[in-house]
């Protein structure tokens, strides 16, 4: 039978790190060690086997627990694997359900925002601030002050009923993303005992969309796009919002990808933009080759903005947008100019030209091939994606090229008030 006991106060203050030495482990009998670490610390700690796993089980630091002290711990854990019972998982739980307990749903949001922030700003993350706005209109109200763990999903279900009530159902899409994502964190990064009430509502009728999806608004037809062009060559020599728009229908990229434009993408020599994939909504590397009238507003550009990181500044966006322009501002700039979701025509978005692009360029006869990669789609095949972003560069360039003059047609012809059948 093995002994107990085997160690003594006297031997306990004997025993002191050297310098070089590794962890060392002394017996005290029964699985119960007296642990020197190279750094001085030392502890109790009892090692056992549980359903055919080693594990171990701190029993508290010396000469603050004394080896009376940690026997005592001991003999009760010793009696809990005895009955199968895990003293580790057990404590371990203890402490997370204390920790638990009364972490309100706003504290757990709160840290995930942070968390989302901090990826972006190390560029693990794309994309920008949308969850705060959704947070604070649509879940906070009802969810915010609640302790998370006691949130039931009949209460997540009556909120996101509510927001599909007022013809919101795209939100509560996106709001169910958010939830998601907030008891993940809650669980894996701050190590919370809760349930997973978004399990049950996984297939729930009442949330399931009923209405037709929403696309961006844009210029159906030449003529409207024209009218749009027009206005925009009115500002183009304006503020870095109005500049920033004027690209927008002239280069095929998303809002996002617009407003952070670094001058180090950008090679004016060579007529192209190399976007990273880290700022890509797909995540694969994009060639933007550059017409002349591009080359020629980049270039004015420069002369305002090339001593700074990004083509577009802001001293405004110092936060989540890392002081360059924020994308809302590419919107508002086509809202002050009357092509909002009021207008008459049915407005038009930023995102709305790459549909223009899409498709009068297709009505045109251009190679859909050639217009799928300059859009930046998603391909199926991931090897094909990373390399696909070069093909086609020559014939891209002639296509960009011949998009512009299209679009100066059309913004001339309606200056002039004339026809667009030559330009069409």
């Given at each position: 039978?093995?002994?107990e ?10 025993l002191?790190s ?16 007296f642990?020197?670490?190279p ?5 109790f700690e ?9 594990s171990?089980?701190?029993l508290?630091?010396?000469p603050?627990?004394s ?6 711990k001991?003999k ?9 019972v895990?003293?580790?998982?057990t ?9 638990t ?9 709160d ?5 989302r922030?901090k990826?972006?700003?190390e ?7 949308v969850?705060?706005?959704?947070l604070?209109n649509?879940?906070?109200p ?6 998370i ?5 009949r209460?997540i ?21 958010i ?7 809650a669980?894996v990064r ?10 049950d ?8 969309r ?6 961006f608004r ?13 206005a925009?060559e009115?500002?183009k ?7 920033a728009?004027w690209l ?13 434009a ?17 700022r ?6 994009h ?9 020629r ?6 002369e305002?903005?090339?001593?700074c ?6 001293i405004?966006?110092?936060?989540f947008?890392g002081?360059?322009?924020?994308p809302e501002?590419l ?10 979701k009021?207008?008459?025509s ?5 995102h709305?030209?790459?549909h ?6 297709r009505?045109r ?5 050639w217009?799928?990669i300059?859009?930046a789609?998603?391909?199926r ?11 086609y560069l020559p014939?891209?360039y ?5 998009w512009?003059?299209?679009?100066d047609?059309?913004a001339r ?10 330009a069409?």
């Open positions: 039978m093995a002994k006991n085997l160690l003594t106060d006297i031997k306990l203050k004997a002191k050297k310098p070089g030495e590794k962890l060392r482990r002394h017996k005290d009998g029964g699985g119960l060690f642990v020197v670490h750094s001085g610390r030392t502890w009892y090692r056992y086997n549980i359903n055919g796993k080693k171990s089980f701190g508290g630091g010396y603050d627990v080896i009376k002290e940690a026997r005592d001991h009760a854990a010793k009696a809990q694997v005895v009955e199968g895990d003293p580790a998982a404590k371990k739980a203890a402490i997370a359900a204390k920790k307990e009364g972490t309100s749903f706003r504290e757990v949001a840290s995930w925002l942070e968390h922030k990826l972006i700003k560029g693990k993350l794309t994309g920008k601030d969850w705060t706005g959704r604070r649509h879940l906070m009802a969810l915010g002050s609640k302790p763990a006691e949130i039931t999903s209460e279900l009556n909120v996101l009923l509510r927001v599909k009530d007022r013809g919101n159902e795209a939100t509560v899409s996106k709001l169910r993303n939830l998601n994502g907030i008891y993940q964190h669980k701050m190590g919370l005992t809760i349930g997973e009430p978004m399990n509502l996984r297939r729930i009728s009442e949330l399931k009923t209405s037709p999806a929403k696309h844009y210029a159906d037809t030449p003529e409207k796009l024209g009218v749009v062009l027009a925009l009115s500002v020599d304006g503020t870095l919002a109005q500049r728009v927008a229908p002239r280069v095929f990229l998303r809002p996002d990808e617009i407003a952070g670094m001058w180090s993408e950008i090679n004016l020599e060579k007529r192209i933009w190399r976007v990273d994939k880290q890509m909504k797909m995540k694969n590397d060639i933007v080759p550059l017409s002349t009238q591009v080359i507003h980049l270039a004015e550009l420069k305002l903005t090339g001593d990181e990004f083509v577009f500044p802001s405004r966006t110092k936060g947008f002081g360059r322009l924020n501002s919107r508002k700039v086509l809202t002050d100019l009357g092509f909002g009021q207008a008459l049915g407005g038009t978005t930023t709305g030209f790459r223009c692009a899409a498709t009068f360029l009505e006869g251009f190679n859909g091939e217009i799928e300059q859009m789609h998603s391909k095949n991931t090897v094909e994606a990373t390399y696909n972003h070069a093909s014939q891209r002639q296509m960009m090229q011949a512009s003059e299209y679009l047609q059309l012809a309606v200056a002039d008030g004339d026809s667009l059948n030559e069409a």
